[in-house]
């Protein structure tokens, strides 16, 4: 399975993932029926151009994710909807260039983050 995802706001994160749905089923409270799956995404991240008197600054990054979880089909809910809950550890770098004038400087920085995700996915047909 692949996805992709947009994130706005002061940054602009944009990425493809794919997953591995496992055929072995995990029953929550021995009546809901999920899959597992585990996977890896690569993510784009662009920050906003910011200008000073006699010069800018931009950004922007990229990395990779981890992530894994269990993935509920919609037949509890709608048959059009699935659930969702997962794990990610994210991975990137970061870059800061400063223009002023004739004189230019790039800034790296390693970034990461755990987290904990939770979506509703509704599938047309």
Known sequence: MTSGHVGLG?????GVRGDYVFSNEVKLYNRYRTKPYAGLGYTFI?????????????TDGSGFDVHAGLFMPGQYIYK?????????YSMATVEATANAGPIQTTVSADYSSLGFGFGVYYFFE
């Not at 002061?10 to 944009?14: G, P, R």
């Not at 059009?80 to 794990?87: D, F, K, M, P, S």
């Open 10 to 14: 002061s940054f602009t994160i944009y």
């Open 46 to 58: 662009k920050g906003p151009e910011e200008s000073f008197a006699g010069g800018s600054v931009k």
């Open 80 to 88: 059009n909807v699935a659930l969702r809950a997962e794990i990610a």
